[in-house]
């Protein structure tokens, strides 16, 4: 039992490391750019490059922001709700990555203009190869693909320790 809160835990904390980095470099961002400002980070390879995204990632669907709003909660509340049955810490980490980059743009589409459950997603990592993202995507992504590979071992694992003519 005590393995299993800790493994809750993980996945909340993770959640909320997320959300809080998200949310702060949104902040400092928008309070240090303007709206399509580029700085230089890193030469040749990265900028900073503030935009407002209404749309889904890589700024696709932009004139029903209100969908992903839904599914960003849905993806939030669906996570919390299997979280009891979560018990390998691997899965854990990767689900508290995509929660909590669920829970950082869904917070911007609750709290930023043009209106409640509309508001525009901050994106501004710029690579210049790639459509400009942000922390919670990042998280997302990187979720979704450590999920996958634990699932993958986990799936290895549970058929390696059949008996044989299962």
């Known amino acids: 039992m005590r393995s299993h809160r800790r493994t809750i835990v993980l996945l909340l904390v993770t959640a909320a490391v997320v959300v809080a980095l998200d949310q702060i470099t949104k902040a400092i961002v928008v309070s240090r750019l303007r709206d399509g400002e580029s700085v230089r980070a890193l030469d040749g390879v990265l900028h900073w490059t503030l935009q407002r995204n209404p749309g889904s990632a890589f700024g696709l669907f932009q004139h029903i922001p209100i969908v992903f709003t839904i ?40 709290v930023r203009p043009p209106a409640v459950f509309r508001g525009h997603v901050i994106d ?30 986990a799936d290895r694992r549970a058929k390696t320790d059949e008996p044989a003519g299962a």
């Open 71 to 110: 599914l960003s909660a849905g993806i939030a509340l669906g996570i919390l709700v299997a979280s009891p049955r979560i018990r390998a810490r691997a899965t854990a980490f990767s689900l508290g990555l995509v929660l909590g980059g669920a829970a950082g743009n869904l917070i911007d589409r609750i």
């Open 124 to 153: 501004f990592i710029d690579f210049r190869v790639w459509p400009v993202f942000n922390l919670a995507d990042s998280a997302v992504v990187v979720g979704a693909i450590l999920l996958a590979i634990a699932s993958t071992i």
